[in-house]
């Protein structure tokens, strides 16, 4: 299974960054994805999710209103549109693919933001 991240990178406080993944080669129901990030030495923490069957999403507080989570179940992608960036938004941004077996995570796409 494959899960990769895209589209991370530099910028400046206020701007916005559009990130991308795909996840292929599961044999299981895709049962949510969703999009995690840790800063080195803290725990990873949801940043938004969306489950497949409703296409609900969930999002951290810290994040709402800016960002913006979309899924195409039919190609087990999930895309993370960020807008407003904060400093405190600076961390690596990991895909998971949550399905009705095993979950997978990506290898990450750093952020970074500056003031």
């Known amino acids: 299974v494959r899960v990769v991240e895209s589209g991370g990178g530099s910028v400046q406080a206020g701007d916005s960054l559009r990130l991308s993944c795909a996840a292929s080669?599961?044999?299981?129901?895709?049962?949510?994805m969703a999009w995690y990030r840790q800063i080195p030495g803290t725990q990873r923490e949801l940043v938004a999710s969306?489950?497949?069957?409703?296409?609900?999403?969930i999002y951290a507080d810290s994040v709402k209103g800016r960002f913006t989570v979309s899924l195409d179940k039919t190609k087990n992608t999930i895309d993370l549109q960020m807008t407003s960036f904060k400093p405190e938004d600076t961390a690596i941004y990991y895909c998971?693919?949550?399905?009705?077996?095993?979950?997978?995570w990506g290898q990450g796409t750093q952020v970074t933001v500056s003031s």
């Open positions: 969306v489950r497949a069957d409703f296409g609900d999403a």
């Open positions: 998971k693919l949550e399905t009705t077996g095993p979950q997978y």
């Open positions: 080669g599961s044999h299981f129901p895709t049962r949510l």
